[in-house]
């Protein structure tokens, strides 16, 4: 299966931005140094015509490391073309070779079809294996629990989630 991936102009000034520090006759910038600032940053990766997931943010700081800092980061995913969950942060990272985001504050996500609500700190989204990571402490709320636990790995529906040091709550 082969998947595509879409970036609203995010990779292109990346490599206008590094062709432009190599042709300078100053020294390239530290790596770190923001090289563009990018809002309303929106990027997807579909694959045969179905988007997979969607990355918006009201802000994006591009720099040479290889990495964009995101402002509100919104994360958009899909199963076979129908909206699965949203991944919500006031912040994050997003590495711009593979495109794994790494979300921070306030990380909330809403599963719609399992009527589950994630809640931590932080959270590590892997593109090439569309998992979330943490070693942060979770909530996960659905309507007839409360799960708390300490380190988590789960897909991005919350369909198959492994919860480490747990602590449950049944209503």
Known sequence: MAAAQEVTGARLLIGLAAL????SAGSAPPAGEVLQVMEDFTMSQTAEGQHLWQLKA??????????ARIT??????YRKGVHASTARARKGTVQTGSNDVALEE???????A????LHTTRLD??????RFRTNEEVLIVRPDAR????GMEADEALTDI??????????
Do not use: M, N
């Open 20 to 23: 432009a520090c190599a042709c």
């Open 58 to 67: 009201r802000k994006a700081d591009i720099s040479l490391d290889g990495a």
């Open 72 to 77: 509100e980061p919104e994360l958009l995913f």
């Open 106 to 112: 306030d990380v909330v996500i809403v599963a719609h």
């Open 114 to 117: 399992e009527k589950t609500t």
């Open 125 to 130: 989204y892997s593109t090439k294996d569309r």
């Open 147 to 150: 799960i708390k636990g300490k």
């Open 162 to 171: 492994t919860l480490y040091k747990q602590e449950t709550v049944l209503k």
